[in-house]
């Protein structure tokens, strides 16, 4: 398909261990989004990438997690000694540039023991 | 703190009926505009989106922008229940990323 994809669509991990989320943007798209959505909740912001500029790490809640964009591309986000209050629906959102419409993947549901 | 507030709801119309579903937003920079439909479980979905003063049409959908009011609404029109849903008032950041509302939860009784 022609959307954003994430993997995995699911991940049950312990607590401590260090987890990657993987987002491949709509072909095209310059400008990628990570969110954070937990149960019940609305969507938190982490991090934006724009073309090759620096990412904007504002929203990003600890120094646990980090993330990354190769080749203007596919993007990583990584959790390393993950917590309970990480679990949470990570959604990641593509779009042409800036004040352009974002377009969701199916997200990454993912639940720490 | 930038900030869009809408109505938690639920907000309950019956079938056949307009849903107005409201959204006020802090920074007045802010240029894009986007609604979105979230259902339960399932990622959100973009359903509109406007960028200058007025109202913008599509199919049943209506959205209306006022900037000078910072308030930014969404008519659905002949309600269906597959309509129901949560929906999303988004608004751009000065960083580019999107400021979501909590969401309204609209249901539509057959």
């Known amino acids: 398909g022609a959307g954003v994809s994430q993997s995995p669509s699911n991940k049950v991990t312990e607590k401590g261990k260090d987890v990657e989320l993987r987002c491949d943007p709509i072909?095209?798209?310059?400008?990628l989004y990570w969110y954070r959505q937990s149960l019940g909740q609305g969507l938190e912001f982490l991090i934006y990438f724009q073309g090759n500029s620096a990412p904007d790490k504002s929203g990003l809640p600890s120094d646990r997690f980090s993330a990354e964009r190769t080749g203007g591309s596919v993007s990583t986000l990584t959790i390393q000694r993950t917590q309970q209050e990480d679990s949470a629906v990570y959604l990641c959102a593509s779009s042409l540039g800036v004040d352009q419409p974002q377009h969701f993947g199916d997200g990454t549901r993912l639940s720490i023991l | 703190q930038k900030e869009v507030e809408q109505n938690s709801g639920p907000l309950s119309v019956p079938e056949g009926a307009i849903a107005s579903l409201n959204c006020t937003y802090s920074d007045r920079v802010s240029q894009s505009f986007f609604w979105y439909r979230q259902y339960s479980g399932k990622s959100p979905e973009l359903i509109m989106s406007i960028y200058s003063n007025g109202d913008k049409e599509d199919g049943r959908f209506t959205a209306q922008l006022n900037k000078a009011s910072q308030y930014v609404s969404l008519l659905i029109r002949d309600s269906q229940p597959s309509d129901s849903a949560t929906y999303l008032c988004?608004?751009?950041?000065?960083?580019?990323?999107?400021?979501f509302g909590k969401g309204t939860k609209l249901s539509v009784k057959p």
């Open positions: 072909s095209g798209h310059t400008a």
């Open positions: 988004a608004v751009t950041g000065s960083q580019g990323n999107l400021i």
